[in-house]
């Protein structure tokens, strides 16, 4: 073990937690309303964040394939429902969408790079697959939840506009090529600007963990470009994925547009 690395206690803990009374009294004097749902956003993050301790901590002592590709599963359905219910808007199917693009997306890239770049062996060792998995698909959820609520926005908005080309004579891809456009550009836009300040204005999750663990920096920011790369690819395929597959339901084959399939969710 590394004798760098500093083990924190449980007082440690608590005295961080602490910190979370700035929000509050913030929230409190302010009159945000943001107080009771701090609490229970501080309250959730630490009994979930303990209990993923205790089974990443059995997982790691099995290895064995198949819990690893279960977490995975777990962590990559759940993500799927969270960029869901971040729209303000829904379809039949939406879900489903979101799930496949998502895991597709995360599986594929995160694959590749455990065997292709980093060459992890055995590929399925928890200590890699579920970090680099975890971390991946947090990106992939932020970016299909924008593109997926910026498409179906702009279907609401821009109907008429789209039923106007529809009956001009345009495909269904004609007419609604700018809202895909938008669309991905929205998706993509957050892990760009993360890119381009890196290092400069921010030290990112991957690189700060390898350096409190004692790693040299140089090592650790070889690690980071890789993942960094590796979370834009995914990215980029997973919001594709959930906006053409939602191209494809709100556009029918027909070149019509499928605006009953469209509803909106109040208080999203």
């Not at 590709?69 to 303000?88: E, F, P």
């Not at 998995?133 to 506009?161: C, H, K, P, Q, Y």
């Not at 895909?180 to 400069?200: F, K, Q, W």
Request: with cysteine; charged share 10%; glycine share 10%.
């Amino acid at each position: 073990m590394n004798t760098s690395y500093i083990h924190l206690t449980n007082w440690q803990l608590g005295t961080a937690a602490t910190l979370i009374f700035f929000n509050l009294a913030i929230s409190v004097a302010l009159r945000l309303g943001l107080a009771r749902t701090l609490v229970i956003a501080s309250a959730r993050m630490v009994a979930q964040l303990i209990l993923v301790g205790f089974i990443l901590a059995f997982v790691f002592a099995l290895k064995n394939p198949l819990p690893v590709v279960g977490i995975g599963a777990v962590m990559a359905a759940l993500a799927g429902v969270s960029a869901v219910r971040r729209t303000q808007h829904r379809f039949p199917g939406v879900y489903w969408n979101s799930l496949l693009s998502i895991m597709g997306a995360a599986f594929v890239v995160t694959g590749a790079g455990i065997t292709g770049i980093i060459r992890v062996q055995p590929w399925y060792s928890p200590q890699y697959a579920i970090p680099l998995l975890g971390m991946v698909l947090g990106n992939i959820l932020n970016g299909v939840s924008l593109a997926l609520d910026r498409f179906m926005r702009g279907i609401a908005r821009e109907r008429l506009t789209l039923e106007a080309d529809l009956a001009m004579g345009a495909t269904r891809w004609e007419a609604a090529h700018p809202l895909i456009r938008d669309s991905l550009r929205t998706g993509m836009i957050p892990t760009i600007n993360a890119m381009m300040v890196m290092g400069v204005v921010s030290l990112p999750g991957m690189m700060t963990g390898q350096l409190l663990v004692g790693a040299s920096p140089v090592a650790a920011v070889r690690y980071q470009i890789v993942i960094m790369f590796m979370i834009a690819s995914a990215t980029a395929l997973g919001t594709l994925g959930v906006t053409v597959l939602a191209f494809r339901t709100l556009l029918n084959a027909r070149h019509q547009l499928c605006l009953g399939n469209l509803r909106r969710i109040h208080g999203s």
